[in-house]
């Protein structure tokens, strides 16, 4: 039994159906590690997510969508003023970009109301934010954000970041930066992509990026490099290295890194060792590229659950 909340904005999701027409879903990076991280822990543990949306007929459609998958929404609070953002995913060769419209989203608000947060937050076993769920906050916020976290971790809680940059998110490259810092400095895991570290950062190599977080108190590094090697740091373990297998037929990269880190958590809740949970990490993030859109259910009863 234990709990795990993530933290963020969930969107509207229009994914290519074929001829010019879109299928409609709702995704977002935690909220895709939420999902998938559901599937892949006991029933007796609970997964909720941390957002606002608003009170309009898509927002309730949201909501719906979530509790139906399993997600506990009590964490999630409701702005008469404000709704749901949306993107859409444009692919090629396998390779998406997003168009977004998210300048009312209610996620935005996610800090504003302190108690509330830290409410969300408490007796939580793992809590997972992004570099997403700081970008779409105001720099105050931010700080709310990881002060509450912070606290969090301080009474137990065990603490994943995944960086993921979205610079078009960031007030400019300084900003996100200074984002990426603060959040990894109260994290206890730190999921960064080495192509993201090396634009951001300047790293020359992956080594830079594990030392980087390392220095900043993580105690598990993970740097993903695509269809590369994943290199890990872990205080205990020491360093490892794995190379995923080949995927013969990438279809959609949308989520692989956030069902990675879904993967990885629910490996780490359930006792395995770190190397063991990065490799269903991997396993199951390949099943998902072979698939359209963020949120692939016919995957499960296959290489999933490693």
Known sequence: MGSLIALGEC???????GEGLYRRGFAGDTFNTAWYARRLLPP???VAYGTCVGTDALSDQMLAFMAGEGIDTAAVRRLPDRTVGLYMISLTAGERSFSYWRGQSAARALADDPDALEAALRNRDFIHFSGISLAILTPSARDRLCAAIAQARAAGARVVFDTNLRPRLWEGEAAMRAGLTLGAAVAD??????????ALFGDTNPDETLARYRALGAGLVVVKQ???PVMIWDRDAGRAEFTPKPVA????T????????????AGLA???AVDTAARAGIRLAAQVIQAPGALVP????????G
């Open 189 to 198: 895991i730190v999921l960064p992509s080495f192509d993201e570290e090396a």
């Open 298 to 305: 016919g995957i499960f009863g296959q290489a999933a659950r």
């Open 226 to 228: 695509g269809a590369g």
């Open 44 to 46: 007796d543990w609970t």
């Open 254 to 265: 949308t989520a692989a890194g956030d069902s990675f880190a879904a993967g990885l958590i």
């Open 11 to 17: 969107m509207v999701e229009l994914s290519p159906a």
């Open 249 to 252: 037929r990438v279809l959609d």
């Open 270 to 272: 359930c006792g395995m």
